[in-house]
């Protein structure tokens, strides 16, 4: 039980685990309670600090929840108290707001705040306070989260968050609290008095503001009139919302901005190109979105552009290239979408694009070897693709290609077998592809070839045995 708290390869001397065994016998065995401990302590080698430790955990107070959560919350609490100040900040950040969020949007936020998000982010995971996947996706447990909500509630951290719409009302009638407020969660909120009293310098000191299927009603009361030029972070997922209010593009330190699954949201006024600092946009899902205005070329600082599952959007405007701080383009799902702009070229800074499942899609500009910096490029169940531009292989810096279940895929270019960088080249249920040409022997850095389901392709080429770096054939 003692490799909870260090190295595994360690032998422990007799004082330390006599009071390994205390440490646990206090901890009651909980396994989240001795992880998170166990990674507080493993780098600490002096026994009196691992005293001090247990010292604190026997007359540790609890913080004010459930009787049952106590013994454990004042457990994890020591590992939350030995945080610095920024850490600490940042950890309450997310166990009220940014659970479940990519890192790169939490990082997005806190710019300008904290000189080095991604390393303090680690930190946090080194101390099992939080988790993340290797898709990029943060998490934190449920324990460790209703931890950091409590101690949110409790002086002198309180009236800095208020995330629970039922307890919104009460607080905000507190002119105290409106002034100090940080992050504001009306999710699932229909009807909210207080709201509409507070005047338009109220919340003045606000980063984050999650309204996540709130009415309509609240959204137009909160947004309009109200120029919060501290707001970062604005989620409007899934908001019944048909058009947007006019005064929150005057958000000028706005960065990241959430409007995925607006399902009824019919366009985009003009006014949001006056953003400037906007890094993220995500319109995922707003079914019913026909086209992007073209002030969207103003937006030069975006990074991440969202359009999945935009139905019916039909085309994508040539100003788009303009966007030159662009990293990625998410088009999955544009089932309307024939054809890209030949502007596309001019995405300079563009290292992932998805057009996954975009149906309609026969082919793409030539142009598209252009994109220098690309790194991903998903073009799988594009089902009417019928081939390649050959300048596909200029793409020099190009790691991963996804073809999957391009049905109407015949041959590949030639020219494939330039892309140097190329890691992982998916072919599977590419159903019509009869030939697999000699140059895929060049793939130097290829390691997964993936060709299940390519029921004409009769034999593989003899050059495939050139692939030195290959790991993974799947037939």
């Known amino acids: 039980m003692f490799h909870a708290f260090g190295d595994a390869n360690h032998v422990p001397t007799k004082d330390f685990k006599d009071i390994c065994m205390k440490i646990i016998k206090v901890c009651g065995g909980l396994p989240l309670s001795l992880k998170v401990l166990g990674s507080f302590l493993c780098n600490i080698k002096e026994l009196e600090l691992w005293e001090g430790a247990l010292s604190k955990l026997k007359s540790g107070k609890s913080l004010t929840g459930g009787n049952d959560n106590e013994e454990l919350w004042s457990v994890l609490k020591i590992s939350y108290d030995d945080l610095d100040k920024q850490n600490q900040n940042m950890f309450l950040d997310i166990a009220c707001f940014f659970g479940g969020l990519k890192i790169s949007t939490i990082c997005r936020v806190w710019s300008g705040n904290y000189e080095y ?88 000191n606000l980063r984050l503001v999650d309204l996540t299927k709130a009415s309509p009603t609240i959204v137009e009361i909160f947004i309009q009139g109200r120029i919060l030029n501290n707001v970062k972070w604005l989620f409007l997922k899934n908001s019944m919302i048909k058009k947007l209010p006019n005064d929150l593009f005057y958000w000028i330190q706005l960065q990241v901005l959430d409007l995925a699954q607006c399902q009824i949201l019919e366009e985009i006024p003009s006014s949001i190109g006056q953003l400037n600092a906007l890094q993220e946009l995500d319109l995922s899902s707003c079914s019913k979105l026909k086209e992007l205005p073209s002030s969207i070329d103003q937006l030069n600082a975006l990074q991440e552009f969202h359009l999945r599952g935009c139905s019916n959007l039909k085309e994508l405007p040539s100003f788009i290239g303009q966007l030159n701080a662009l990293q990625e383009l998410d088009l999955s799902s544009c089932s309307k979408l024939k054809e890209l702009p030949s502007s596309i070229d001019e995405l300079n ?45 200029q793409l020099n810096a190009l790691q991963k290609l996804d073809l999957k279940a391009c049905f109407d895929l015949e041959e590949l270019p030639s020219f494939i077998g330039q892309l140097n960088a190329l890691q992982k080249l998916d072919l599977s249920w590419c159903s019509n592809l009869e030939e697999l040409l000699s140059s895929i022997g060049q793939l130097n850095a290829l390691q997964k070839l993936y060709l299940q389901g390519c029921s004409k392709l009769k034999e593989l080429p003899s050059s495939i045995g050139q692939l030195n770096a290959l790991q993974k054939l799947d037939l």
Do not use: Y
């Not at 142009?367 to 693709?385: E, F, H, M, P, T």
């Open 117 to 204: 998000p991604k390393f303090e982010l680690q930190n946090l995971q080194h101390r099992s306070l939080i988790e993340w996947a290797e898709d990029g996706i943060l998490s934190i447990h449920e324990q460790l989260r209703d931890m950091g909500q409590n101690i949110a509630m409790e002086p002198p951290i309180m009236n800095r968050f208020i995330w629970k719409s039922n307890k919104s009302n009460l607080s905000l009638q507190k002119d105290e609290v409106v002034e100090k407020l940080e992050g504001l969660s009306l999710k699932k909120c229909v009807n909210l008095p207080t709201l509409s009293q507070i005047g338009s310098k109220g919340f003045r």
């Open 349 to 393: 800074a563009l290292q992932k694009f998805h057009l996954r499942g975009c149906s309609n899609l026969k082919e793409l500009p030539s142009s598209i070897g252009q994109l220098n910096a690309l790194q991903k490029l998903d073009l799988s169940w594009c089902s009417n693709l019928e081939k390649l531009p050959s300048s596909i292989g």
